[in-house]
Structures are given as structure tokens and as C-alpha cells.
């Protein structure tokens, strides 16, 4: 699966944003996905993520409320709306996809080893 993550810019505190990962090479369908983020100096972290049914999603405290995380398996895509962003969201933003999740909980949705597919970056600047 290649994953090929856009939609990233320059945009003021409280604006909006949204990002897509086209994926190709295999249908997504079978793939949990996920959105990390990576600012400077930071480890990378996950924002969002979701099982192949989209009914399952986990969202980080600090983005919860603000961004959606969805899939359209249709178009072999995961997106990332994110409202009233803040400086803090800054970042370099990946998509993942892996091949499996062990359970039904989050503790595995969460982390990056988990993930055998990545796509390269998007970069997101948060201006006050």
C-alpha cells in the first residue's frame, strides 16, 4: 500500500483545515488507519485514528472535539478535518495504515508500531 497524505498549508489560530491520504497499490478497506503528527523537536505522536469500520475512531485529548477523522473506502481514502486549530497543532502530519489491530480496544490503535504503512507528510503551520 502506498499512502500519499495532502491538503496541508499555512492557516491562522481558529481556522480550519482539511487533509486527505489517497492510498493505492490495495484497496483500504482491510486497513485500520491513522493520522500522526510530528512538530519540531517532538516525538511523533498519534491524533487520530480509526478501525476498517469507521464507527471505531479514537481521537487524543488535545485534538478531541476539534478534528474527525474519516474513510471513504470508496475512493481509497482516509481524511482529517481539523477546526479551530491552534498553535499547538503545528506539525508535520502522516498518514498510516496497518495491516492488522490486535483487539478491540485503543491501546493498539495508538501506537506506531502498529502501523506498516506510512505516507510522507504534510506539513501544517498554525499562525496566531
Known amino acids: 500500500v502506498q499512502l500519499q497524505a495532502s491538503g496541508g498549508g499555512l492557516v491562522q489560530a481558529g481556522g480550519s483545515l482539511k487533509l486527505s491520504c489517497a492510498a493505492s497499490?490495495?484497496?483500504?478497506?482491510?486497513?485500520?488507519m491513522a493520522w500522526f503528527r510530528q512538530a519540531v523537536g517532538k516525538e511523533r505522536e498519534i491524533v487520530a485514528a480509526?478501525?476498517?469500520?469507521?464507527?471505531?475512531?479514537y481521537y487524543a485529548d488535545s485534538v478531541k472535539g476539534r478534528f474527525t477523522i474519516s474513510r471513504d473506502n470508496s475512493n481509497n481514502a482516509m481524511y482529517l478535518q481539523m477546526n479551530s486549530l491552534k498553535t499547538e497543532d503545528t506539525a508535520v502530519y502522516f498518514c498510516?495504515?496497518?495491516?492488522?489491530?490486535?483487539?478491540?480496544?485503543?491501546?493498539?490503535?495508538?501506537?506506531?508500531?502498529?502501523?506498516?504503512?506510512w505516507g510522507q507528510g504534510t506539513q501544517v503551520t498554525v499562525s496566531s
Open positions: 497499490g490495495r484497496p483500504i478497506s482491510g486497513y485500520p
Open positions: 480509526v478501525r476498517r469500520t469507521a464507527h471505531i475512531t
Open positions: 498510516a495504515a496497518a495491516k492488522s489491530i490486535p483487539g478491540t480496544g485503543y491501546s493498539y490503535m495508538v501506537r506506531e508500531d502498529s502501523y506498516n504503512y
